[in-house]
């Protein structure tokens, strides 16, 4: 049974920091690429960072460079993403992402966990 799932969000004053952490089970983590999206009320989901499958490119959105950092542990069959100076917009349901292939493509989502960034 394929499995991803999401820890490690919560509540926390604009310029604090979260680490999420997605724990993969039921698939061969380690040859997948994963990828992290959020989505906000009412707003589009939308790719906040990716790493490729042994872990040497990563991506990030705009918005997020140089305060958020995605890291995978294979051995753990783990990613996560460390979110510094967070901001009120970076509010949003936290979702996990794996995929493989194109042509035949394979992906999986987790549920979210929620991020709320607030005063």
């Known amino acids: 049974q394929v499995q991803l799932v999401e820890s490690g969000g919560g509540s926390v004053q604009p310029g604090g920091s979260l680490r999420l952490s997605c724990a993969a089970s039921?698939?061969?983590?380690?040859?997948?690429?994963m990828r992290w999206y959020r989505q906000a009320p009412g707003k589009e989901r939308e790719l906040v960072a990716g790493?490729?499958?042994?872990?040497?490119?990563?991506n990030y959105a705009d918005s997020v460079k140089g305060r958020f950092t995605i890291s995978r542990d294979n051995a753990k069959n783990t990613v996560y993403l460390q979110m510094k100076s967070l901001k009120p917009e970076d509010t949003a349901v936290y979702y996990c992402?794996?995929?493989?292939?194109?042509?035949?493509?394979?992906?999986?989502w987790g549920q979210g966990t929620q991020v709320t960034v607030s005063s």
């Open positions: 790493i490729s499958s042994a872990g040497f490119n990563t």
């Open positions: 992402y794996a995929h493989r292939g194109v042509v035949n493509r394979i992906d999986y």
């Open positions: 039921g698939f061969s983590f380690s040859s997948f690429a």
